[in-house]
């Protein structure tokens, strides 16, 4: 794959534990990591996200669930334990729940919370009005976007087309990775290009799906 690449993260989507670590050897050699998210979490335990680890690649854990603070510091002390990089938890959870995540994760030396934007931020205004939101898009994510920062969160997971909004939010904290959704399905060079602008705007990393991403 073209350079750039140690720097995708790929959210892995096997049919069981088998088959998703044998497609994360695979690939390991053109990605920079990997994305565990809650339907693998729930289909096969746990313990696929510290066989994972284990082929020496960083592991993002998408936990965007929602739960009360003590449920969310447990999962991510789960995952800390099993040698996950950064854990993702939903920002609907609000501040307490962040907190608790970012606290927790301080005892793990190697893991970091990211805190989630996803959900809101791939809504059209119309869905976010139908829940109850007054607010864009875009101004969502700049909420969360000083969430984490306020929280001491190490990263925050967000679409792509609202890059420029959590870098304008952000501004200069450094501790912040900023870790973008691509907008679409990458194949192994068709869409590179479009994952170095997304980089050129100042992401620090971009999740792509795994079915489009091909080994080289």
Not at 69 to 85: N, Q
Not at 111 to 133: H, I, K, N, P, Q
Request: charge should be neutral; glycine fraction near 12%.
């Amino acid at each position: 794959m073209s350079s750039g690449t140690e720097r995708v993260l790929v959210r892995l989507d096997g049919a069981d534990a088998e088959d998703t670590i044998r497609t994360a050897q695979e690939l390991s050699g053109g990605v920079g990591g990997w994305v565990i998210g809650m339907d693998l979490l729930l289909d096969c335990g746990p313990i696929l996200v510290g066989a994972v680890c284990a082929l020496g690649k960083p592991v993002l854990v998408d936990l965007s669930f929602l739960a009360r603070p003590p449920m969310v510091a447990r999962a991510v002390a789960r995952m800390g334990k099993l040698g996950a990089r950064w854990v993702a938890v939903s920002s609907l959870g609000g501040r307490m729940a962040v907190e608790a995540a970012v606290e927790t994760a301080g005892n793990y030396s190697d893991t970091e919370v990211a805190v989630s934007a996803s959900l809101t931020g791939w809504l059209r205004e119309d869905e976010l009005r139908g829940l109850g939101f007054r607010d864009t898009p875009g101004q969502q994510v700049s909420r969360v976007t000083k969430l984490a920062v306020r929280c001491g969160a190490g990263g925050i997971v967000f679409p792509a087309r609202e890059l420029g909004v959590v870098v304008q939010t952000s501004g200069k904290t450094a501790a912040l990775s900023r870790i973008a959704e691509a907008p679409h399905r990458l194949s192994s060079q068709r869409d590179m290009a479009d994952t170095a602008d997304i980089f050129a705007g100042g992401a620090h990393l971009v999740i792509a799906q795994q079915p489009a991403v091909m080994a080289e």
